[in-house]
């Protein structure tokens, strides 16, 4: 049944698929090594790391927001793709040649804004080239091979580090090719089907009449979700909590793919679960998971304390990356849906923005405890939020209304 179901799949989303693999793997080799890089190389300190991450994550949130919609209103999905894709690759170069911190944050923004802007077009160029019945298998392929880039990408780092006697910036160099490859198996392997009368006439993305019709369910769990992002500062503090217990340069991006793995395999089951129990619950155990993970970071003396910490992380990442999202649709009034997920967008872009310069400024300042103990105290106030949300009687359930 797999088998049959794949064989279907067109040619154009196994090409899609390849290059999302591509992408990821130039794009982990980099910022699987990119906070050390910047602490030891460029000596910047880890309150900028934390800005760099936040500006650069907060930016591709943003541009999500809008990039579905100017594929919609331009009709011209693989353009808008691989000016995504090729925002991304070009920014590459950049990395290697880098002096100083303010180029990397330029380098990781224009990557990100990339990242952003391909996103929607890309998974509206797999709807339009695949028949219905075919989808799900054809964004589940999609989505597999995107999920091995993200593990190969470390696994490369390491291996190079190890062939190149440690030298970051050439490990980074050499990042630069598969992220080239992404961009011409895209020109090349992609063909855009013949559309879109209606292309022209794609309405705003947010309109701010719709916003003040969503209603208090809605925006309590955006409230939620706003201090819950605050909770979850980028990975870029995993890999410098590493380096900080001793854990050698050459082995840091191992750091990422124990995350991976651990939040690979948890997604789909926990995903499936939530169709069947209430997602705040199972929300509030993934911010708990989060919590002890934090504790971990904060005080692990040894290397296996701190990748005990990680595999607690990426089972937070697991039970909780998307519970978010299927609750904003099952408060969100149907017919404003598209608005909702814009606003949540904004609102979780922000928010990220500000707990990586929090994060970074902590530990700056007090300590890598500070950081992620800062990380726990804003899980257990979403927890408390979800708890009022659940005693009011709020939806939690995929069939429940807004």
Do not use: C
């Amino acid at each position: 049944m797999i088998g049959r179901g794949l064989r279907a799949v067109p040619r154009g989303v196994w090409a899609l698929g390849f290059v999302s693999m591509f992408m990821d793997i130039s794009s982990e080799m980099i910022h699987s090594l990119l906070p050390i890089f910047l602490v030891t190389t460029l000596g910047a300190s880890v309150a900028l790391v934390g800005v760099v991450e936040g500006v650069s994550e907060a930016g591709a949130s943003i541009t999500k927001v809008f990039s579905g919609w100017l594929s919609d209103r331009l009709g011209k999905r693989k353009l808008l793709a691989v000016l995504g894709y090729g925002l991304g690759a070009g920014s590459k170069p950049f990395f290697p040649l880098a002096v100083t911190p303010f180029e990397v944050l330029g380098a990781r923004f224009v990557d990100r804004i990339g990242k952003g802007l391909r996103g929607a077009p890309r998974d509206a160029l797999v709807a339009d080239i695949t028949e219905p019945g075919n989808r799900g298998a054809a964004f589940g392929l999609r989505q597999s091979l995107d999920t091995i880039g993200a593990f190969m990408g470390p696994m490369i780092a390491i291996l190079l580090m190890l062939a190149l006697a440690g030298d970051i910036r050439a490990v980074f160099a050499w990042a630069v090719v598969p992220a080239v490859i992404a961009v011409l198996l895209l020109v090349f392997g992609v063909e855009e089907p013949k559309k879109h009368g209606e292309a022209r006439t794609a309405r705003a993305p947010i309109r701010w009449s719709e916003v003040k019709a969503m209603g208090r369910p809605f925006w309590s769990i955006v409230a939620v979700g706003v201090v819950f992002t605050m909770a979850r500062f980028s990975e870029a503090f995993l890999v410098l909590r590493a380096q900080d217990v001793g854990l050698a340069i050459a082995l840091v991006p191992a750091v990422m793919i124990v995350m991976n793995v651990v939040y690979a395999a948890v997604a789909a089951p926990v995903g499936a679960l939530s169709d069947h129990l209430d997602r705040r619950i199972l929300l509030a155990l993934g911010l708990g998971v989060l919590v002890l993970a934090d504790i971990v970071l904060a005080f692990a003396p040894s290397i296996g304390g701190v990748l005990i910490g990680v595999v607690l992380w990426g089972l937070h990442m697991g039970m909780t990356q998307g519970l978010l999202a299927a609750l904003i649709a099952d408060t969100a009034p149907a017919r404003l849906r598209g608005t909702a997920f814009g606003v949540f967008n904004l609102a979780t872009g922000a928010a990220l923005l500000a707990a990586s310069t929090l994060a970074g400024g902590l530990w700056s300042l007090a300590g890598p405890q500070a950081a992620f103990l800062s990380g726990a105290a804003f899980s257990i106030v979403a927890m408390i939020g979800l708890a009022l949300l659940y005693m009011r009687g709020r939806p939690g359930k995929p069939n429940a209304r807004g």
